[in-house]
Every structure is written in C-alpha cells, then in structure tokens.
C-alpha cells in the first residue's frame, strides 16, 4: 500500500463528510457494528504474522490504522456532528501517518528524515483542512447569528490551518538541504526560508 498523498488524503476528507451525514443507527446495530470492527482487525494483525521485519511492523500499523478509522466512522454515523465528522478526517490522516512513518524506516539518512517530515507534512495537511471542514459545517449558536460572523470563523479557520501547512511544508523542504553541505545548504536553506516566509 502506497502512501496516500495530500489530494487523496483531501479526497478522503470530503469523502468522510458526506458519508458520515448518514442516518444514525440504533444501539444494537451500534454494538454489532463496533464487534464487526474488532473481528475485522484481529484477522488483519494474524496476516501480519506471516511476514517479517518492517514489512510486519507496515502491515500492523495498516491493520490498526483500518481499526480506528472505522471506530471513527461508526461513532459518526451513530452520533453524527461537525466533531464527529472531524474525527474521522483526523483518524485518516493519523492512520496514514503512522504507515508512511513505518515505511521511512527501510531508508536511511537523510533520505529517512525527508520521507518522515513529508509524512508529517501530509498529516498535518488533512487535519487542518479537516478543522476547516469541521467549522464550515459546524450550525450557527443561534437563528440570529450573521453570516457574517460564521464567515469570519471561517476565515479564520483557514487561516490558521494554513499557517500549521507552511510550518509543516517549511520543516519537509528544509530537512532537504540537509543532504548538501557547506555553501550550497546554505544557500538552500536561505531559499527556502524566503519562499516560507521564514526570514
């Protein structure tokens, strides 16, 4: 399994917030569901158990991250909210990141470093946006309130997430000078602060 990039990780968020606004479900198909999801991961971690090394360790992270991605999903569908649906987008992206991490360990290096800080990057990436979803979909106080006011919460949502990217696309690009030396990595990290703002 390939690690999904930040399109697909957005595809995967938009797609979490219209299939999680589905119709709640009683407390019996609630328990039946969550049994159905603990049955599912114990059979996916005993495949683990034919492989070996960090093949292994993928295929667990894999198997776990599935796990809490469908407990996500279930609490939305069984309490669905703004919040609920956030968690689902979070749950994604963690589960991504936690298998993307464990496939930078069969690099080395600086190689290493890079692949975990655009896994990082990438996380942070669908969590912020998944803020912003959450905050646009999240109903006013009151009747009364103006739109005006959802709109600046908006913004402001956006804003902030888009601070917590750059910081996180700043870190990927800068590990990335660290493969060059003396003049050269100076000069790209002196680059790189410019095009984040970093100065």
């Known amino acids: 399994?390939?690690?999904?990039?930040?399109?697909?990780?957005?595809?995967?968020?938009?797609?979490g917030l219209v299939a999680t606004s589905a119709f709640a479900m009683t407390p019996a198909e609630h328990k039946a569901a969550?049994?159905?999801?603990?049955?599912?991961?114990?059979?996916d971690k005993e495949k683990c158990?034919?492989?070996t090394a960090n093949a292994k360790d993928i295929c667990q992270k894999e198997a776990k991250g599935k796990e809490k991605v469908a407990q996500a999903e279930l609490e939305a569908q069984y309490k669905p909210s703004p919040r609920?649906?956030?968690?689902v987008?979070?749950?994604r992206a963690d589960a991504a990141y936690?298998?993307?991490?464990?496939?930078?360990?069969?690099?080395?290096?600086n190689e290493k470093d890079v692949c975990e800080k655009d896994a990082k990057a990438a996380r942070v990436k669908a969590k912020a946006d998944a803020k912003v979803a959450a905050v646009q979909a999240k109903p006013a106080d009151n009747p009364a309130e103006k739109a005006a006011e959802k709109a600046a919460d908006v913004a402001q949502a956006?804003?902030?997430?888009?601070?917590?990217k750059n910081d996180a696309n700043y870190q990927a690009a800068k590990e990335r000078c660290d493969a060059l030396s003396g003049n050269a990595k100076s000069a790209c990290v002196d680059d790189i602060k410019r095009m984040y703002g970093k100065g």
């Open 1 to 15: 399994m390939q690690f999904p990039s930040a399109r697909t990780l957005i595809a995967a968020v938009a797609a």
């Open 34 to 43: 969550k049994d159905s999801i603990e049955a599912t991961y114990k059979a």
């Open 49 to 51: 158990d034919a492989l």
């Open 84 to 87: 609920n649906t956030q968690k």
């Open 89 to 91: 987008a979070e749950a």
């Open 98 to 109: 936690e298998v993307a991490k464990e496939k930078c360990d069969d690099l080395k290096g």
């Open 158 to 164: 956006r804003k902030d997430a888009n601070a917590e």
